[in-house]
Nanobody, 127 residues
Framework: QVLLKETGGGLVQPGDSLTLSCVAS????????MGWFRQIPGKEREFVAA????????DYADSVKGRFTISRDNAWNTVYLHMNSLKLEDTAVYYC????????????????????WGQGTQVTVSS
């Protein structure tokens, strides 16, 4: 069992930056690939970013490439989502997710592959 807790959401203006954090507890964090997803009411949860165990591989949705950066600190059981140049359309509830893996370089962008989810943190971009 992995418990995930996201923090760092809030209300920001277009062009601002925000960093989300997700702290994991329970099973070994360094055995899990991590991902960030987001969801707005009435829409499916969509992939935002993913990172492998060793942080050597990352991937991003086209809509956030060049603006968002995913990182992790295995010593602190934490994964981050650094968000720059925020846009109105980035408004959503952001969720972190974990997948138990047996390869340090593995990551996935598929929502259904993740077995553990946090409860989400709201990010609102508004002028």
């Amino acid at each position: 069992q992995v418990l995930l807790k996201e923090t760092g959401g809030g209300l920001v203006q277009p062009g601002d930056s925000l960093t989300l954090s997700c702290v994991a507890s329970g099973r070994t964090f360094s055995s899990h690939a991590m991902g960030w997803f987001r969801q707005i009411p009435g829409k499916e949860r969509e992939f935002v970013a993913a990172i492998s165990v060793d942080a050597g591989t990352t991937d991003y949705a086209d809509s956030v490439k060049g603006r968002f950066t995913i990182s992790r600190d295995n010593a602190w059981n934490t994964v981050y989502l650094h968000m720059n140049s925020l846009k109105l359309e980035d408004t959503a509830v952001y969720y972190c997710a974990a997948k138990l893996v047996n390869s340090y370089s593995y990551y996935t962008t598929f929502r259904s592959s993740y077995g553990y989810w946090g409860q989400g943190t709201q990010v609102t971009v508004s002028s």
